[in-house]
């Protein structure tokens, strides 16, 4: 784990923390594989039509076949063996496509996976645009997609054209609802630490942000200056300040992870962000 904790450090920046919390998702899900496999294999009986008694009816699991994974770059292993986990317990083998914008991590599943898992069962194949391309358009089984609506949208029509069976496991919209009942400075804290958790690469950053107009009755204590902040901060409509705009919307934005923390850190704290309640 060494290893790939440094590959993720590398192409991410990820801290102790955050690939402690990452093994143990995959961890969790090895195990609960493991445990449950033989209730998943149990055959499920089924009814039988009156014209065919006195006939026993069930519905038996089997496997795809080959299942195609193609893993983001947010979480990189995480979502790349995770789906396997799920792959291999339903009997399956798998070609594993990682992203080429985490190249250590890609790297090290490469050298890593072979070693654990026989060659007969597991190929990972390594590249860009190009080579995922390519990849996709094989004859496979199944094929699990995570990453964005474009390119999911082009992984759906390929799968389409030879009617192959495929999940798409899409980034979207979280929203924020904030009415006037609740403590701005708490829900603002806690808002601003959902949102930038793993650099905002992850499903559940929150956006759009919708709340009712700030009382103009209201001091310039904890109500105003937290709300105008969470407003330019999580409101696309609005205008970061350049130094925040070119950390967030630059291609290798958490390769600048630490930057990006230290930047935030400052503004949220001067904008009246921080606050010692929970």
């Known amino acids: 784990t060494d290893e790939i904790f440094e590959a993720a450090r590398a192409d991410c920046g990820k801290t102790n923390a955050e690939w402690f919390f990452e093994r143990k998702s995959i961890l969790a899900d090895c195990a609960l594989a493991i445990s449950q496999l033989h209730r998943w294999m149990r055959p499920v009986h089924a009814a039988s039509p009156f014209w065919m008694q006195p006939a026993t009816s069930y519905t038996l699991h089997e496997p795809f076949g080959t299942v195609l994974v193609v893993a983001p770059w947010n979480y990189p292993i995480t979502l790349a063996i995770q789906p396997l986990v799920g792959a291999f317990a339903a009997g399956n083998t798998a070609v594993l496509k990682p992203s080429e914008l985490a190249p250590h991590q890609s790297r090290v599943l490469a050298k890593l996976l072979p070693q654990y898992i026989d060659s007969s069962a597991l190929l990972v194949v390594e590249g860009g645009v190009e080579v995922s391309k390519a990849v996709i358009q094989q004859p496979f089984d199944f094929v699990f997609y995570t990453g964005g609506p474009a390119v999911g949208s082009h992984v759906a029509q390929e799968c389409s054209k030879r009617l192959t069976p495929f999940c798409l496991e899409l980034g979207g919209k979280s929203p924020t609802l904030v009415d006037k009942s609740v403590d701005l400075v708490v829900a603002c804290n806690r808002i601003v630490q959902g949102k930038y958790a793993n650099a905002g690469q992850v499903r559940s950053a929150r956006q759009p942000f919708l709340s009712p107009p700030p009382p103009t009755s209201c001091s310039t204590g904890a109500w105003r200056r937290p709300y105008a902040c ?26 600048r992870r630490p930057a990006l923390h230290q930047t935030m850190f400052w503004y949220i704290r001067k904008s009246g962000m921080i606050s010692s309640r929970r």
């Open 230 to 255: 969470l407003v330019l901060l999580l409101n696309p409509s609005c205008s970061l300040p350049t130094f925040l705009s070119d950390l967030f919307t630059c291609p290798n934005a958490r390769a």
